[in-house]
């Protein structure tokens, strides 16, 4: 089996160690890939490429139209090629290859949102309060961007940061997941192809204790943008004080989905199923925390339980399996660990809580779907992002209750609101302390609205205009076109 290689300063180079990684089907344990292992001493060859590209190169000086138009590239072979690519995510991930092709139909979209975007944003003239001078605020690139993503959707978090950071004129290095890299070598093959210069994006592969730390830690990083989970953003933000690196970080959530008794109910249990189950619930957005209004709580759980039961597990390349397993051994006993915790605390499984016992799935990470009743806030399994397929579910009395239950969290990512009252659902938006919230729906995302968080799940936005800007700097220009001396000494 072939080595995939990391790509520096335009080079596919297989690590300094020589060591390399078995990447693997969570469905059944195959080794689907052999790919390089690098370390600290890769990160510092991939970063002072990044550096010598930014500094003496002509990147981050090229035309915001002509980076768009590469961007948009880009885009294109992502296009092309968004077969391939969803079957080696599926490969990677174990989620069904109908959530990664419209995954990758995401990805495309997000570049070429940046690629129009690039050079809308020419400055502005601002007004001087001094005679014959002229007062501009410009942007400009941050410069060397360490680029980290997580294993759960590792082309789609790839994409919301290569995008913006191209059409914004930086350097960049990317490390992904050391468990799911097989998209992210795949576009960094599709930019090669596209025309990106030499050491403008770097692609290192390897763990976040040894590439990871190199790259918060450099002192030729301008800018750490870390999508995972928060201790690690602790960490990181630690390490980025060494010069004080510009941070994007998003850490995740506990997502709650209110469920008021006056919303469309067969709608609302479709949904929230669907705000959890996609990719076995290993999404930061996930609405696992369903709080329902008193009245409805006994009939909206056995409505739901009886959908989550009809679930059908399986491989992500079978047409009728609805959710694949989860990500790696390790990861699956967390979740195992979570529910008996919550079980532990008084919560109960009203459906799912084990393995399932289909010897077909014996060999693969499942999980079954999981819901757990009688659950209160004090509750770890309610606290703690569990990031797999488990609904935990409250119950309120009044709005006034709902929205303290909702925002008794840590974490401030994302949250629902279930109701046909227009005027009742805006209250609750408006106190919602969350980066996003949705009214009456559910996982909606799209390159034009940011995503982040309050509290502690991040700092900083991705997508929209935001996302773009997050990877700017701003300079104000004054020039005096009729200098006269002052004669003060």
Known sequence: MDVKKQYINGKWVLALSGETREIINPFDQEVVALVAEGNEKDAKLAIDAARNAFDQGDWATTSATERGNLVGVIAALIERDKEELAELESLDTGKTVEESRGDMEDIAGVFRYYAELADKDGGEIIDSPVPDTISKVVKEPVGVCGQITPWNYPLLQASWKLAPALAAGNTLIMKPSEITPLTTI??????????????????????????????????????????????????????????????????????????????????????????????????????????????????????????????????????????????????????????????????????????????????????????????TTDMSVVQHEGFGPVITVERFRDEKEAIRLANDSIYGLAGGVWTKDITKAERCVAKMRMGTVWINDANVYFPHAPWGGFKQSGIGRELGKPGLEEYQETKHVYHNINPEPINWF
Not at 193 to 215: M, S
Not at 244 to 250: G, R
Not at 258 to 270: E, G, K, L, S
Not at 298 to 308: R, T
């Open 186 to 375: 795949k576009v960094f093959e599709l930019m090669e192809e596209a025309g990106l210069p030499k050491g403008v994006a770097n692609l290192v592969l390897g763990t976040g204790a040894t590439v990871g730390e190199e790259l918060s830690t450099n002192e030729n990083v301008d800018l750490i943008s870390f999508t995972g989970g928060i201790e690690t953003g602790k960490r990181i933000m630690r390490s980025a004080s060494s010069n004080v690196k510009k941070l994007a970080l998003e850490l995740g959530g506990k997502n709650p989905n209110i469920i008021f008794a006056d919303a469309d109910f067969d709608t609302a249990v479709d949904q929230a199923m669907n705000a959890v189950f996609f990719h076995a619930g290993q999404i930061c957005s996930a609405g696992t925390r369903v709080i329902v209004e008193e009245s409805i709580h006994d009939a909206f759980v056995e409505a739901l339980v009886a959908c989550v039961k009809k679930i059908h597990l399986g491989s992500g390349f079978e047409e009728d399996t609805q959710m694949g397993p989860l990500i790696s051994q390790e990861h699956l006993d967390k979740v195992k660990a979570y529910v008996e915790d919550g079980v532990k605390e008084g919560a109960k499984v009203a459906v799912g809580g084990s393995r399932p016992t289909d010897p077909k799935l014996q060999n693969g990470f499942f999980y079954l779907p999981t819901v757990l009743t009688e659950c």
